[in-house]
């Protein structure tokens, strides 16, 4: 079957209301999840029906109390029935290879991960494996891979909870060929990293993920990310960004993502959509247009965002791009030169610099959080301002976020007050927007503790289907629970999962929706979510009655141009 007929009938049964099938009392499943309220994924209205599963797959949906048997039966009492929920934006990349059960987001429901802002953990070169052991944190492991499909299949093979798909990140396939300079590529070097992201998909990528606020990827022109989501579109990979502004050209970014879409005439996406600085809040109703339209003239063009108004970043988002040209070594030995470091100082202080000052957007320095450390000696100031520590230091703001970057060695954890209420909710109110937490899944115990988080590692999702779907009543919860599953998985071509419907993956989460809610603060953030009960990942239980069973059934998602065994697992792009 070619494939553009294949997209548009995954795309079709995607959008069926589920439909209870006949009773087969004689019928015995694996597993029966009983007298639940069932949210499908589509958005359709919930029914009353039993879901039944065979093996790694939804069986059959069945009339509510048939008479079919199963070697495990589940009472949901009543509670929502629905298909796990798609983490789009993760940055479990380091953390499931820590602690495989992913018990942050586990715990709230989410089933399947997805990497790939920017960079990804492949391809890698023996240059990019040096570097990247020297910035490894409290997380420490060698790094047995080279291919991303290398790095995803090392997951599934070490045990993990969640399911894992990525991105190839353009900032990685640059550094892969071009280093960490402000250069841009010979149509040669281009070639090749056209051919990386080939190759990338052909492991099962989903697309390219940008992040092009952050050098190196400061550095990459317009032409260059869209010669590589041309690679990727090649074989269906569609193209996500951090934009190259959130700010004063927030829209002129936008534009930009959306020519990508219209060039590739795949799927371009924006992360946690969002404007950034209070002079700017007034675009996000601009920018929202703007997308509508893209939508309306045929584009496949939408968004993800985060439940919350603060950002988290690195401290290095407060300095401009040129002294980060090189790579971490060299900014930090440039900031070691008074000269630069004045120069420094000054555009850092300078409010109309043409790089995006993620601090002075805050409008204060007590909207700094300081979230992340190596060096032991300064992890006693996690979780203080930048005010703060910069007046017991008696050094000025800018020169404190330079000291704390070479003291540290790093780019230093922050979080980064940017956002409206007004905003966060006029954004999760759009049809296309899915939900990504842009953070780790981790847990209160072990090196998870030798740092703090962002409350959206542990909150996110509840945060979501808690706060905004069931208190403020930004949409009905069949609507919340497509945005976590349905749309996500239509969006980057996840065959069979985000659905619950016979032949979909029995990726399964039973919930309260009354009692749902996050828990963790920017001031205490490690705090569990509560309200998901029970959560069943390819058809194995993951979480009993709120508890990780230590099980780790978690398989790698592959896109829609991997090469490999398609029979594997039973659906093209799933493993």
Known sequence: MPRLTLALLTLALAACSTTPVADAPSQRYDLLVRNGIVYDGSGAAPQRVDVAVRGDRIAALLPAGSEASAARVVDAQGRAVAPGFINVLSWAVDSLIADGRGMSDTRQGVTLEIFGEGWSMGPLNERMKADALKQQGDIRYPIEWTTLGEYLQSLEIRGITPNVAS????????????????????????????????????????GVGGSLIYPPATFAETPELEALAQAAAESGGGYVAHMRSEADRFLEALDDTIAIARATGQRAEAYHLKAAGE??????????????????????????????????????AALPPWVQAGGHEAMVARLKDAAVRARVLAEMRDPD?????????????????????RNPALKPLTGRTLAEVARERGTSPEETVLDLIVEDDSRVGA?????????????????????GSDAESSAPEGVFLAT?????????????????????????????????????????????????????????????????????????????????????VNGVQVLRDGEHTGATPGRVVRGPGWRGDRAAGGAEGNK
Not at 176 to 200: I, S, Y
Not at 415 to 435: C, H, I, K, T
């Open 167 to 206: 991105f190839v990140g353009a900032t990685t396939v640059r550094i892969h060929e071009l280093g960490e300079d402000d250069v841009d590529p010979t149509p040669e070097q281009l070639a090749r990293m056209q051919d990386l992201v080939r190759a990338a998909m052909a492991e099962g990528a989903l």
């Open 279 to 316: 002079k700017n809040w007034p675009k996000m109703a601009q920018a929202i247009a703007r997308i509508d339209a893209a939508r309306a003239e045929g584009l496949q063009v939408g968004a993800n965002m985060y439940a919350y108004t603060a950002g988290a970043t690195g401290l290095s």
């Open 353 to 373: 610099v043409e790089w995006e000052n993620l601090r002075l957007l805050t409008g204060s320095d007590a909207r700094l959080l300081l979230i992340d450390f």
């Open 415 to 435: 979080a980064y007050f940017l956002m409206s209420e007004d905003n966060v909710e006029l954004g999760l109110r759009q049809p296309w927007v899915s939900l």
């Open 452 to 536: 703090s988080t962002h409350p959206r590692a542990y909150g996110n999702v509840a945060r979501f289907l808690g706060h905004y779907v069931r208190d403020r009543r930004l949409m009905p919860l069949e609507e919340g629970v497509h945005r976590l599953t349905g749309l996500p998985a239509t969006n980057w071509k996840l065959a069979d999962r985000g659905c619950l419907r016979p032949g979909c993956f029995a990726d399964i989460v039973v919930f309260d929706p009354a009692t749902i809610a996050d828990h963790a603060t920017y001031a205490a953030p490690q705090q569990y979510a509560t309200g998901v009960d029970d959560v069943f």
